[in-house]
């Protein structure tokens, strides 16, 4: 009897334990980019995919269904243009929650050269990118 009970102990744990991981990344999977726009501001009101050399870059996002020590990184790739194609211009993350507007920006000290760029947005420490936006100088 008291090993019949020992093993239903044991199988209730393990039940319970592989619906407590189950529910964590649940939870952390379920975080999305509800909205992201390439913008002239950093309120994203300018929304465009051309800009000139002497701009600022802002890509503005929006997350939904998430937790809010979510990470959001931004990375800004030359495609291509006179810069190298896929040379890396800058990196940065932050971390947030759903309804909040998260502006992430990018500037030079000499204009841009004409080309064509993008910024991969990743959410938490995925491997690919989770949204892609590209956009252009002219």
């Known amino acids: 009897m008291r090993r019949r009970t020992i093993v239903l102990f044991l199988a209730m744990c393990a039940t319970l334990m592989t619906f407590t991981v189950a529910a964590c990344s649940f939870s ?3 975080a999305e980019i509800s909205d992201a726009k390439m913008a002239r501001d950093p309120d ?11 701009d ?3 890509c503005v ?3 939904s269904n998430a937790p809010d020590n979510t990470k959001v990184t931004a990375v800004w790739t030359a495609v291509e243009g006179k810069k190298k194609p896929d040379e ?3 990196r940065v993350s932050t971390k947030s929650g759903s309804g909040e507007r998260l502006p992430f920006s990018l500037g030079n000290a000499a204009p841009w050269p004409a080309g064509d760029y993008k910024v991969d947005l990743y959410l938490n420490d995925a491997k690919k990118p989770t949204k892609t936006l590209e956009f252009k100088v002219l």
């Open 28 to 30: 952390a999977s379920t």
């Open 44 to 54: 994203g009101k300018h929304p465009t995919k051309v800009f000139s050399p002497d």
């Open 56 to 58: 600022r870059f802002y």
């Open 61 to 63: 996002v929006y997350l």
């Open 88 to 90: 890396v211009l800058g």
